[in-house]
């Protein structure tokens, strides 16, 4: 029986967990035809990014950011979203499994419930706000957060008077559509699946185990979650900067680091990976909000070992004042009377101070949940010492269960874009593993045909909403009904209760055609969410979906002048009376589709380009790997062992067989891009030995080269060498015993011009000092360092090379260790911080920890695809947190060093990305062009090239015939083009000027011109 | 392509306000390449003037349209109707579409850029000067580099010495242009035509000799 079912593939994906890496996978998988079944535990999907503030470096808004994400996950037609849900049993084998969902009852009808909160007004229970971390209170019925997806109130069955002592009832009283039911229960349920990912997220660290820090007992000691909502806009002091005991501006803030992390007593082991940064972060938007602050960050180690990290740090201490002390605070104690917090520490040179701060925040760690290991025991799979779940460097996002998948925080610490690169990756595990059941499980939505309005007069539809109370508290509803009812080409106009539920939506449609609209407008609140929605409602009611604006008159009107009735009356009639002149002038937009072809390339022939041409192969795409070398395998062929003792050689050979003997990867090596052409889904190719091909979607591996050192003696002397030849002589075996070695870390890294980290460098020393001390425990190893950088779970291995007896001595960037080589024995100099003076040893054998450098070919590959580079030469992603391996040229992704420094394990995660995101892009027979792009005009046009040089995507270009033309497949629709062109040959659909100079006029209609 | 410079708006008001009605009149070649007077600018200038009208209390009224070219007949004629109604016209064009306008109609026609060189597009946004039209080219001498349009001194053999680094002793962003010369012909492996001297130029054929006209016989249509 069980033979029989190992041939079953399903075309669906289970998801357990809604955060950024759950919603990538979710939304790779399902926009590539495959059915998705997200499990979420919370009420909202959304996970821990949604409670941030801000992100670094860009500043961006954590909210904004992960939103149109949730949106877009909330309404995709193939992702079912199971709530308050949790997986209590899985069987079968890969490509059928069997998972049995128990899911609580959410006494809150999803069909009727319009998110209006009326229910939420009305109810008189108050509970601790978990969300706002405590900070806040909210109601029995609620919303997780006012972004929920999906934005059905839920009620918490604890809290609710009602489900407690049978008495109170007020929501449903006042629930206009009827949507609570309280006999709601539990259910449970089995769902058939091909493929699993585990996307959990992560539990936090409780400090209140530390008493020493004061957390639970002071109340202006918080932790950074809670921080995180103390700036954010829309947290319990809407982004005002106020300490929790009095509500004052606090002037000196404290962060104190490694909160629960790096500490195997009280804590946990591990480097939690994030929180130097995060606290950088907090501080420079702290002093952004109020400029009076003046924040210090207390810290054992900065572990900026990200791309483009170190700069960040480098701006909070230089432009924005952030002090970072590198001390561990052992005792925090509120100074009686002013609430303030005394912090003890000993400085550098170990005197003791007490010092006074108005507000301490705890950088907490991250940790898996606490029930992780039931989890693991459900799914069936092996846990990691550290009860995250088991990977191997060589496949990090695989289980030991095969058909299981893991993505973010609970494989280990990570950052938003690893999160969200490893969210692809589990995709494109999903795909190679159920390639052939795409679309078998997906339905397609049948649309009446589209009727031809192009010749008509317009007749606009106009449906003004209540929103509830939302709106009509402040805004007298019949009235701009009213008002409008009497513009030119207005049809219809009326108001409704609510627009966007069923019953609304069913009377927008029957009322098209009753009154022959051709045009509508729906009054209501944000476009965010609810445009894409009437374009459905009026698709099927069969008009063009660009037939249809939103005037949003909740945030902009409504919600911002309560209590203003009559003026706000009177802007929402404007806001109305503007959408009905652009509407008037509307137009209908037929969308385009363009063949893809389903094959892929990928340049460079290393871990990553071979990881990634797997795994498009493996998909089911035929792959072209092009490969510089005559030989494949890149920097790898010079690694030996990761940090955990795994063989790279053996990898690196195996991959190469896997790659030559798959039956759709040609492989071209002794070959570079010498002619590119195309975009998006068409490419085309032509190779330096003449090979030409087609394909549909590029991946760039190019990779890196290590840096030569030219500091402390390396040309001179053999003596003096790097963690790559040292780790060859350890292969080979280390010639005699009881020998010194001693390395320095950072040469060529973390300096101007090279100023970045290279990320991989502490870790070869900690994994060559281990396996010297465990070869030969009389050798002695001593390394020099300025912050030792092993975080995540490789924390570990610093603690054993230091329990192995391994020296560390910490060095300043401005006083770097004295070297001298004189004959056969090596003499370091080098200041020490903890005895305070300068100390010198004898070494036989000096280990240079050297960086990575971007590949010599970057340049040139990034002029052939107009890709850019940040100011250290690696490629530079589409968006630094949420498109980690695209670029903003769509059809062309980035894995590997070449998109900056980083790990084996690393590598893989993001070629598997790559390949993830490519293989959803390969996925389509054809690809729809979006509607809204810019059109050109060629007879008005002068090719004077602005658009071109402006263009960040390349869609205009030079054509055939020397002039100007445009490509709109690759036209995102941003509007720099229209908005430079002199001649005015470019103009967006539906954001013409002809539109919005209408707008501007029905806006200023009753301003006359002698104002 | 000639590349011109909007002049302040007080400028242009100072010249227009005293008129009841006034068109801001667009060229849509060279100028609208170098985002300065073509159609659009020209509307958006229109759009400011009003703004100003509006603010000063001054009820004159502003229209906007524009052409192709201002230097040539043909181009005029379906605004003509427009122009006639109009009792001053601010031209966005050259000085050559300025002047040309002013010679076909019997009303004010007034600048609205500085008309500022003949010049490439760098980059977007960058324009710089490469010619200054002296009617006898020696760029064939020169590797290609011109010491008319390029040297402040317009020294035929240079450099001078000012000449410091590679830079004009009027400006050090300046580069030198008999340093670009020298360097030019150097990577030509064309040194020895430095060591020869150029003759006293001829300015005759340059502003010097007049205004200039050229006459191409085979294509004028005799009446």
């Known amino acids: 029986m069980n033979e029989k079912k190992n041939n079953v593939k399903r075309g669906s994906v289970l998801i357990t967990g809604g955060g950024i890496g759950g919603m990538q996978a979710a939304l790779d998988l399902a926009d590539s035809g495959f059915k998705v079944h997200m499990i979420q535990k919370e009420s909202s999907i959304g996970g821990t990014m949604a409670m941030l503030d801000k992100t670094f470096p860009t500043g961006d808004c954590s909210m904004c950011m992960i939103s149109p994400k949730m949106v877009e996950v909330g309404r995709h037609p193939n992702i079912d979203i199971h709530t308050l849900s949790e997986v209590t049993a899985v069987e079968g084998v890969p490509g059928d499994f069997q998972v049995t969902v128990k899911e609580q009852p959410r006494y809150v009808s999803h069909e009727l419930c319009t998110g209006c909160g009326a229910c939420e007004k009305k109810c008189p229970k108050l509970v601790v706000n978990d969300f706002e971390q405590g900070l806040s209170k909210r109601k029995a019925i609620f919303s997780v957060l006012p972004q929920a997806v999906p934005h059905t109130r839920v009620i918490d069955p604890d809290a609710c008077i009602y489900l407690q002592r049978g008495r109170c009832k007020a929501c449903e009283k006042f629930c206009p559509t009827d949507a609570i039911l309280f006999e709601d229960t539990e259910k449970e349920y089995r769902l058939d699946v091909g493929a699993i990912i585990l996307s959990p997220g992560l539990a936090r660290y409780n400090p209140e185990i530390r008493g020493e820090l004061g957390f639970g007992r002071w109340s202006n000691v918080v932790t950074s979650i809670q921080f995180e909502r103390i700036l954010s806009a829309s947290g319990p002091f809407m982004g005002e900067i106020k300490r929790p005991s009095d509500e004052r501006h606090p002037r000196k803030v404290a962060w104190i680091q490694c909160v629960g992390s790096r500490d195997p007593r009280n804590a946990n082991p591990w480097c939690s990976s994030v929180c130097c940064m995060y606290a950088t972060k907090q501080a420079v938007i702290a002093k952004e909000h109020d400029g009076a602050i003046e924040p210090t960050v207390f810290y054992m180690e900065m572990r900026a070992f990200g791309k483009d990290f170190d700069k960040y740090v480098d701006r909070a201490k230089n432009q924005y004042g952030v002090t970072y002390r590198r001390a561990m605070v052992s005792d925090v104690r509120q100074e009686p009377g002013t609430d303030n917090l005394i912090l003890r520490y000993a400085k550098e040179d170990g005197a003791l101070v007490d010092e006074s701060y108005d507000l301490v925040v705890l950088s907490i760690g991250f940790q898996p949940h606490p029930d992780a290991l039931e989890f693991s025991h459900i799914f069936g799979i092996e846990p990691n010492l550290h009860r995250f779940a088991k990977t191997t460097q060589f496949d990090p996002v695989d289980t030991t269960r095969p058909g299981i998948y893991v993505t973010g925080t609970f494989q280990g610490p990570k950052d938003i874009p690893e999160t969200v690169a490893q969210g692809s990756a589990v995709a494109g595990r999903s795909m190679a593993l159920l390639g052939e059941a795409r679309g078998t499980e997906i339905t397609e939505v049948e649309l009446p045909p589209e009727l031809d309005v192009r010749e008509e007069e317009a007749r606009v539809g106009v449906f003004v909403c209540h929103c509830g109370i939302n709106i009509s508290q402040s805004v007298d509803v019949k009235k701009v009904a009213e008002d409008i009812s009497r513009e030119p080409g207005v049809a219809y106009s009326d108001d409704l209760m609510y627009a966007c539920a069923p019953d609304g939506q069913e009377k927008i449609k029957e009322l098209i055609k009753e009154h022959h609209l051709n045009r509508v407008i729906v009054a209501s609140c944000t476009p965010r969410t609810h445009a894409p929605l009437f374009q459905d409602t009026i698709r099927d009611a069969g008009l063009n979906k660009y037939l249809f604006e939103l005037a949003d008159i909740r945030e902009q009107c409504s919600w911002c002048h309560m209590g203003q009735k009559e003026v706000a009356t009177r802007k929402a009639t404007d806001i109305v009376r503007m959408n009905v002149a652009k509407t008037r002038l509307l137009q209908p937009v037929e969308t385009d589709s363009i063949a893809v072809i389903s094959k892929g390339m990928v340049i460079g022939g290393g871990i990553a380009g071979m990881t990634s041409a797997l795994s498009l192969a493996d998909q089911g795409y035929e792959v072209h790997l092009v490969e510089k070398e005559d030989q494949l395998g890149g920097l790898a062929r010079n690694v030996y062992r990761t940090l955990d003792g795994s063989d790279v050689q053996s990898f690196v050979k195996d991959k190469i067989a896997q790659v030559k003997a798959h039956p759709r990867v040609v492989v071209h090596t002794g070959a570079e891009v010498s002619n590119t052409g195309g975009y998006i889904g068409n490419f085309k190719t032509t190779l330096t030995n003449g090979d030409e091909f087609e394909h549909g979607a590029i991946v760039v591996a190019s990779g890196g080269v290590e840096y030569e050192p030219d500091e402390y003696g390396f040309k001179d002397s053999d003596q003096v060498i790097t963690q790559r030849d040292l780790e060859k002589r350890i292969a080979e075996g280390l010639a005699g015993t009881g020998k010194h070695y001693a390395m320095i870390q950072c040469v060529g890294s973390r300096e101007e011009p090279f100023n970045y980290c290279s990320r991989i460098c502490c870790q070869d020393a900690v994994k060559n000092a281990i396996a010297i001390k465990e070869k030969d425990p009389a050798a002695s190893v001593t390394i020099f360092y300025r912050d030792i950088r092993t975080y995540g779970l490789r924390e570990d291995y610093y603690q054993k090379a230091r329990d192995l007896g391994v020296l560390f001595v910490r060095f300043d960037v401005e006083n770097k260790p004295d070297v001298d080589v004189t004959g056969s024995k090596i003499r370091i100099e080098a200041f020490d911080a903890v005895m305070n003076r300068e100390v010198a040893f004898t070494a036989d054998c000096l280990v240079l920890s050297t960086g990575l450098r971007p590949h010599p070919s970057t340049e040139r590959i990034s002029k052939q695809y107009k890709l850019t580079t940040n100011a250290d030469g690696y490629f530079l992603e589409a968006h630094v947190k949420l498109r980690p391996v695209d670029f903003p040229s769509e059809g062309i992704y980035v894995a590997g060093l070449a998109h900056a420094p980083k790990n084996v394990d690393e590598t893989v995660s993001q070629a598997l990305a790559a390949s993830g995101r490519a293989g959803a892009l390969l996925s389509h027979d054809r690809l729809s062009v979006s509607g809204i792009i810019s059109k050109h005009n060629r007879d008005m046009c002068m090719s004077c090239l602005m658009c071109m040089r402006l263009c960040p995507f390349g869609s205009p270009f030079i054509d055939e015939d020397g002039k100007i033309s445009h490509n709109e497949v690759i036209c995102t629709g941003c509007g720099i083009c229209a908005g430079v062109c002199p001649a005015k040959a470019f103009q967006v659909n539906s954001f013409r000027d002809d539109q919005i100079f209408a707008m501007i006029d029905a806006a200023t209609h009753d301003i006359g011109a002698s104002v | ?223």
């Not at chain 2, 020209?42 to 349209?65: F, K, P």
């Not at chain 2, 980059?123 to 402040?152: D, H, S, W, Y």
Request: proline share 4%; glycine share 10%.
């Open chain 2, 1 to 223: 392509m000639i590349v011109g410079e909007q002049k302040p708006l007080d400028e242009i008001w100072g010249m227009i306000k005293d008129h009841k009605k006034v068109l801001i009149f667009g060229c849509n070649t060279c100028v609208a390449v170098c985002q300065q007077g073509g159609n659009k600018e020209a509307e958006v200038m229109a759009s400011m003037l009003r703004m100003r009208a509006t603010q000063e209390g001054n009820g004159i009224e502003i229209i906007d349209s524009g052409i192709e070219r201002q230097c040539e007949h043909e181009f005029f004629e379906k605004t003509e109707p427009m122009i006639q109604g109009v009792d001053a016209v601010l031209s966005t064009a050259c000085g050559i579409g300025v002047q040309f306008m002013a010679e076909k109609y019997e009303i004010p026609i007034y600048p609205g850029l500085n008309t500022t060189f003949l010049g490439a597009v760098e980059q977007a946004g960058v324009f710089t000067e490469k010619c200054q039209a002296c009617g006898q080219c020696i760029l064939g001498e020169t590797g290609g580099i011109c010491p008319i349009a390029r040297c402040a001194k317009r020294v035929l053999n240079g450099p001078c010495g000012g000449s410091t680094q590679g830079k004009c002793e009027i400006n050090k962003d300046i580069e030198c242009a008999w340093q670009l010369i020298v360097d030019r012909l150097k990577l030509l492996n064309r040194m020895e035509r430095y060591e020869e001297l150029t003759p006293i130029k001829d300015w005759s054929t340059d502003r010097a000799g007049g205004p200039r006209k050229l006459v191409r016989e085979d294509l004028v249509e005799n009446e």
